[in-house]
């Protein structure tokens, strides 16, 4: 099975080698942005198998828009970090169609466990569109 890749964006470099670091050592190919969607290569976006985004990037919630409409990325799933308390930011992401949130800073373990999982359900999800058999043929199996 070929590196899953991991689209880090966020405007704080330490918080980008903190994370991007961490997650390399589980064995994920990181590749990182400070903020612009406008910016951000489309290929780099759209070839990732997840996308962590900083909330404090208010800009950048469209992204989680913009992926939901765009053919084949309907299962990239999005992680925002959010400053503790951040009502504001959660209901954004909500919004914006994010899939998971996590206060940051918050620890590496928890970071780690949160990717695996939701990369896992990524794989099950694509594996299903791909098959394009209906839910009554998978239930029988």
């Known amino acids: 099975m070929k590196p899953e890749h991991i689209l880090i964006i966020?405007?704080?470099f330490a918080d980008r080698v903190h994370i991007g670091g961490a997650?390399?050592?589980?064995?994920?190919v990181v590749d990182e942005a400070c903020g612009g969607y406008?910016?951000?290569?489309?290929d780099l976006v759209f070839a990732s198998d997840l996308i962590i985004l900083d909330s404090r990037l208010d800009?950048?919630?469209g992204l989680c828009r913009k992926l939901r409409e765009q053919q084949g990325c309907e299962t990239t799933?999005?992680?925002v970090l959010v400053p503790s308390g951040d009502l504001e930011a959660v209901s954004?992401?909500?919004k914006a169609g994010a899939t998971e949130f996590i206060v940051w800073p918050a620890r590496l373990p928890l970071l780690s466990r949160r990717v695996r999982s939701l990369l896992?359900?990524?794989?099950t999800a694509r594996k299903?569109?791909?098959s394009r058999r209906p839910v009554t043929s998978i239930a029988k199996d």
Do not use: H
């Open 59 to 61: 800009r950048q919630m």
């Open 23 to 28: 997650l390399e050592e589980d064995g994920y």
């Open 128 to 130: 299903f569109l791909l």
């Open 38 to 42: 406008e910016g951000l290569p489309k």
């Open 77 to 79: 799933p999005v992680i």
């Open 92 to 94: 954004r992401g909500n």
């Open 10 to 12: 966020t405007d704080c």
């Open 120 to 123: 896992r359900s990524r794989r």
